[in-house]
T-cell receptor
Framework: DAKTTQPNSMESNEEEPVHLPCNHS???????IHWYRQLPSQGPEYVIH???SNVNNRMASLAIAEDRKSSTLILHRATLRDAAVYYC?????????FGQGTRLTINP | SAVISQKPSRDICQRGTSLTIQCQVD?????MFWYRQQPGQSLTLIAT?????????ESGFVIDKFPISRPNLTFSTLTVSNMSPEDSSIYLC??????????FGPGTRLTVT
């Protein structure tokens, strides 16, 4: 499984945008880039995914570099409820393999 | 979306005993997965539970230790056998009902004393 590299932790302020980076230099042409997050004491939840083009949904935006070797999850206006561990995952086969993720702290 | 429930939500067990964790989904799904999350760690995939066939285990996990059943498209069990304190973890059931989105249960918190 191709690996991803994320910062261990990040901090931001409430109501400000947050940019969570992910490096995946060994990504293959068929790998989708997925983002999940895990709120405290809960199972992970799907955030967004993409292949080549930037993607938007009600939760976040995903910006994918032209060479696909990195991506950025964008939370446009962070709230306290967005405090979680965010996982960037490459999915080629059927299974999701989690890395260590980024622990996001939101300051009020 | 799929709604997943797990039983029990938590348990404290003595070493050497076994615990069976149940996973119930509110819709029929093809792919079910079992994950383990050790304290302070990320999720590790244990196995893929296939309906009507043997589960597919990841490296480091064996059927004798973690037998899995998948009798139908809405239900699966994971047994943690001959438990030791190192098995203390959260065990999560997960399903995929679309090509891209995977759903996770609330987890079963297991403490082995």
């Amino acid at each position: 499984d191709a690996k991803t590299t994320q910062p261990n932790s990040m901090e931001s302020n409430e109501e400000e945008p947050v940019h969570l980076p992910c490096n995946h230099s060994t990504i293959s042409g068929t790998d989708y880039i997925h983002w999940y997050r895990q709120l405290p004491s809960q199972g992970p939840e799907y955030v967004i995914h993409g292949l080549t083009s930037n993607v938007n949904n009600r939760m976040a935006s995903l910006a994918i570099a032209e060479d696909r070797k990195s991506s950025t999850l964008i939370l446009h206006r962070a709230t306290l409820r967005d405090a979680a561990v965010y996982y960037c995952i490459l999915q080629g086969a059927q299974k999701l393999v989690f890395g260590q993720g980024t622990r996001l702290t939101i300051n009020p | 979306s799929a709604v997943i429930s797990q039983k029990p939500s938590r348990d404290i067990c003595q070493r050497g005993t076994s615990l069976t964790i149940q996973c119930q989904v509110d819709s029929q799904v093809t792919m079910m997965f079992w994950y383990r999350q050790q304290p302070g760690q990320s999720l590790t995939l244990i196995a893929t539970a296939n309906q009507g066939s043997e589960a597919t285990y990841e490296s480091g996990f064996v059927i004798d230790k973690f037998p899995i059943s998948r009798p139908n498209l809405t239900f699966s069990t994971l047994t943690v056998s001959n438990m030791s304190p190192e098995d203390s973890s959260i065990y999560l059931c997960s399903v995929r009902d679309t090509e891209y989105e995977q759903y996770f249960g609330p987890g079963t918190r297991l403490t082995v004393t």
